[in-house]
């Protein structure tokens, strides 16, 4: 099976470091994705993680563990136009083909 | 220039009507997706189309037939249109896992459906 859970909402300063948590349950995982969407546009990719650390990329990062199933998307010295929703999403088995199941995403205001 | 393409943008339509939401993808992609996302902005996918074949067909109900006249084209009909249809319907498409790289999808812009 396939479970993704990020918190809903988040706030944060123009200039701070914002943190968004990630937990998964997936089957054969295999990979975990962050992607960004603004209000009424399409999500675009962040970032990929498939072994264990640390991968950045300019203002943005991305962790994960998958012994802990969990990961996490830093973003740095935020700016406003990072206001957006955020989606983790994990790819895993499903009947011999690989699926990506998208967390419920989670919407980060970012405030002067 | 365009990657992943939708038509229409914007769809209003009223109850038990059929409609087609056409995608084209100009990547060379052999995997192409359709998603749903709802009010609350949960992303789900609906059916999945590699070379062609469908290889993922997650519970929806069989009003909604995709089909992939060829790789590059993945298109969504909707039979008898339900009120619970208004959402926005999203195609994407990505290299086949294993054959290298992050095999990333690509969103088109979306289609808002809104059946009256």
């Known amino acids: 099976g396939q479970n993704i859970d990020q918190p809903t909402e988040m706030t944060a300063t123009e200039g701070a470091i914002v943190q968004i948590n990630c937990t998964y349950q997936?089957?054969?995982?295999?990979?975990l994705f962050w992607y960004q969407q603004h209000a009424g546009e399409a999500p675009t990719f962040l970032s990929y993680?498939?072994?264990?650390g640390l991968e950045e990329k300019g203002r943005f990062s991305s962790f994960l563990s998958r012994s802990k199933g969990y990961s996490y998307l830093l973003l740095k010295e935020l700016q406003m136009k990072d206001s957006a929703s955020y989606l983790c999403a994990a790819r895993g088995d499903s009947g011999g083909y690989q699926k990506v199941t998208f967390g419920t995403g989670t919407k980060l205001q970012v405030i002067p | 220039d365009t990657a992943v393409s939708q038509t229409p943008k914007y769809l209003v339509t009223q109850m038990g009507n059929d409609k087609s939401i056409k995608c084209e993808q100009n990547?060379?992609?052999?995997?192409m997706y359709w998603y749903k996302q709802d009010s609350k902005k949960f992303l789900k996918i609906m059916f999945s189309?590699?070379?062609?074949?469908?290889?993922i067909n997650e519970t929806v109900p069989n009003r909604f037939s995709p089909k992939s006249p060829d790789k590059a084209h993945l298109n969504l009909h909707i039979n008898s249109l339900e009120l619970g249809d208004s959402a926005v319907y999203f195609c994407?498409?990505?290299?086949?896992?294993?054959?290298?790289?992050?095999?990333?999808?690509?969103f088109g812009p979306g289609t808002r459906l809104l059946v009256l």
């Open positions: 189309y590699n070379n062609k074949e469908l290889i």
């Open positions: 994407a498409s990505s290299p086949p896992y294993g054959r290298g790289g992050q095999e990333t999808q690509y």
């Open positions: 993680n498939v072994l264990d």
């Open positions: 997936t089957s054969g995982f295999n990979g």
């Open positions: 990547l060379g992609h052999d995997t």
